[in-house]
């Protein structure tokens, strides 16, 4: 075996590790019963597991395959997609939506198209922390820095740059905690948290009409926007 799951009907989904072309089990957990097996997996397929659709992203270099785990069974629902940019990881966002790839490359989990570059050609994402409470999500760069987005456009909030090499980072309350590495040594340095309170801000709205509804350039004419909301 080279990678595995466990899903939150007791079962352990495993990937090959050998032998080029293999199979993916399904588990019992609690037996260690054989439940199903599906052909025609490559080997050592890194998997991703979506809990709320019960899908299973199995990762085969450039290409990628999805497994329906519901009840006892896996069944394959998709032949491999080739598009994919042959990323060492990825990770899911929180809907099940999206996949981060470690190069920066964000795609579709509907038909795996590509629907968004989050950085430039020469960075590298090392780890993905998704923190929905704030409706953030942060990407541990390969440089040791930290970039801060907004998980609903994906749009940056900040750069943070803490001493050191970043390895992991989490918030708790208005602070947020980065692992790091320095002279070979571990140190947790604690900042305040990027986008505190994000979570609750809500959309703008934008509300306005106007006076008279036709005319020309001669009218004048009159806008209200006082039912806008920020």
């Known amino acids: 075996p080279y990678d595995f ?3 939150s009907n007791e079962k352990i989904i495993v990937s090959p590790g050998s032998g080029q072309w293999g199979a993916i089990h399904a588990y019992d957990l ?3 019963q054989l439940l199903a097996s599906v052909p025609s997996v490559y080997q050592k397929s890194k998997l991703i597991y979506d809990e709320t659709a019960q899908i299973i992203y199995a990762f085969e270099g450039s290409s990628i395959r999805k497994y329906d785990v519901k009840g006892e069974s896996i069944s394959q629902l998709s032949n491999a997609y080739y598009n994919l940019d042959n990323s060492d990881d990825y990770w899911l966002s929180p809907d099940g939506a999206n996949l981060i790839a470690s190069s920066g490359a964000m795609y579709s989990t509907l038909d795996f198209q590509l629907v968004g570059e989050l950085l430039a050609l020469s960075q590298n994402i090392t780890y993905v922390v998704y923190d929905e409470i704030e409706n953030i999500v942060s990407l541990v760069l390969l440089d040791g820095s930290v970039r801060v987005l907004n998980l609903s ?12 090499n970043v390895l992991f980072t989490y918030s708790e309350k208005n602070y947020a905690y980065y692992l790091t ?17 994000c979570g609750s801000n809500v959309k703008p709205i934008a509300s306005f009409s ?17 039912k806008s909301s920020d």
Not at 153 to 164: A, K, L, R
């Open 181 to 197: 590495e320095v002279d070979n040594e571990l140190v947790v340095v604690k900042k305040y948290h990027p986008c505190f309170n």
């Open 5 to 7: 799951v466990i899903t």
């Open 210 to 226: 106007y006076s008279p509804v036709n005319g020309d350039t001669s009218e004048e004419y009159t806008f209200d926007a006082s």
């Open 30 to 32: 609690s037996t260690g």
């Open 153 to 164: 456009t994906y749009e940056i909030i900040d750069e943070i740059s803490v001493i050191g």
